[in-house]
């Protein structure tokens, strides 16, 4: 599958900020499908039980996914989650390259549904989402600037991802 765009990252995010040390540092692709690809490691300092990743850093990436899923349809418009419901099926280990994908199943102007998963090498689910997002008014979420929180644009020549293989 084709990646169509690269997203930007952000500066202090706990998924996608560049300046945090203690965050993820994840990139995310859009595909051809309208759907969210994101290739990510999660690190020790993200654990629960030793080798496993903490159950909120994993519902906290899911969460990510599904924004994300969103900024596809609506570029730069803000929305923050109302409901998460988080499966977890396997451990998801830290220190390994995983994969996460996204997609909107639902958008109206006032919220949006998506489902996300959290995947292995062997494209294993690892844990799913299903995320609904409330909509609003940038100013009601915060009053930082998308674009001065935004600001990262990480370059890589990814063009085909087996990601939503």
């Known amino acids: 599958m084709k990646v169509i765009k690269k997203q930007n990252n952000s500066k202090m995010c706990m998924i996608c900020g560049m300046d945090n040390s203690f965050g993820v540092q994840a990139q ?8 969210l690809c994101g290739k990510f490691t999660f690190k020790e300092e993200h654990q629960s039980y030793p080798g496993r990743v903490h159950g909120g850093m994993i519902s906290a990436m899911l969460d990510e996914l599904a924004c994300r899923a969103f900024w596809i ?14 499966k977890y099926r396997k451990p998801v280990p830290y220190g390994v390259e995983l994969k996460g994908r996204g997609k909107i199943l639902k958008h109206t102007s006032r919220y949006f549904v998506a489902e996300c998963f959290i995947l292995n090498e062997q494209n294993d689910i690892l844990a799913e989402g299903i995320i609904k997002y409330l909509i609003l008014p940038d100013e009601q979420i915060s009053d930082a600037s998308y674009e001065d929180e935004m600001c990262y ?5 990814i063009e085909d991802i087996d990601l939503c293989d």
């Open 73 to 86: 349809l609506e570029p730069k418009k803000l929305a923050v989650t109302f409901d998460l419901e988080t």
């Open 28 to 35: 995310f692709y859009e595909m051809e499908d309208q759907s």
């Open 153 to 157: 644009f990480i370059k890589d020549e």
